[in-house]
């Protein structure tokens, strides 16, 4: 059974710090590695779909990267700011009976200090 | 705008009483899904779907059924709400279970049962 982790559960870091979120997985048969914000009550967005066969992805100041080998996933915030604080899911996707499934991670709560 | 819309945002249920969240999207994806999100339990799978006629069932389906009609929707049913079902409950579509493409989520809908 597939099995991800996100360690620290919560992080506080400075205004202007880059930061580094982890993910880890027990089982490197993936799909793909998606990286998802959370705001409180609000739902998921979307932030990198990394494919099983890419190393890396990048958005603005976010870099994601995947180590399948390795079962470990990063996601990289540069010049963090207070509008970064949020809750950011892993998840990876896989196949299960010939269809797709996605577990997730419990999340790292991120706040950025002013 | 493209999306999962999900309706309502919030509900509040006596204990036995029935209800259906609704989940609509416009993309055309063949897969959508139900999640449950619970304190420290990360995000868990409910039913899902992978085309028009065809659901199954994921880690917690107990006390929801689902049905899938048309592409579109993809509604989930409550037989006989039981304070342990209270919870955030998200959907979610995929375009394809091919190589994992990527979900995009709804903004949720916050169910207290009392």
């Known amino acids: 059974k597939q099995e991800v982790t996100q360690i620290p559960a919560a992080l506080s870091v400075p205004e202007g710090e880059n930061l580094v979120l982890n993910c880890s997985f027990t089982?490197?048969?993936?799909?793909?590695l998606q990286w998802f914000r959370q705001d409180p009550g609000k739902g998921l967005t979307s932030l990198l779909l990394?494919?099983?066969?890419?190393r890396e992805q990048t958005s603005g100041r976010l870099n994601a990267s995947l180590d399948k080998s390795s079962g470990r996933s990063t996601l990289y915030i540069a010049a963090s700011q207070p509008g970064d604080s949020a809750t950011y899911l892993c998840a990876v996707s896989e196949e299960d009976f010939g269809n797709e499934k996605l577990t997730f991670g419990t999340g790292t709560r991120l706040t950025i200090i002013p | 705008n493209a999306g999962v819309t999900q309706t309502p945002k919030f509900q509040v249920l006596k204990t036995g009483q029935s209800m259906t969240l609704q989940c609509a999207q416009d993309m055309n994806h063949e897969y959508m899904s139900w999640y449950r999100q619970d304190p420290g339990m990360g995000l868990r799978l409910i039913h899902y779907s992978v085309g028009a006629g065809i659901t199954d069932q994921g880690e917690v389906p107990n006390g929801y059924n689902v049905s899938r009609s048309t592409t579109e929707d993809f509604p989930l049913r409550l037989l006989s709400a039981a304070p342990s079902q209270t919870s955030v409950y998200f959907c979610?579509?995929?375009?394809?279970?091919?190589?994992?493409?990527?979900?995009?989520f709804g903004s949720g809908t916050r169910l207290t049962v009392v």
């Open positions: 979610a579509s995929s375009y394809s279970r091919v190589d994992g493409a990527g979900y995009t």
């Open positions: 990394i494919q099983s066969s890419q």
């Open positions: 089982d490197s048969a993936i799909y793909n």
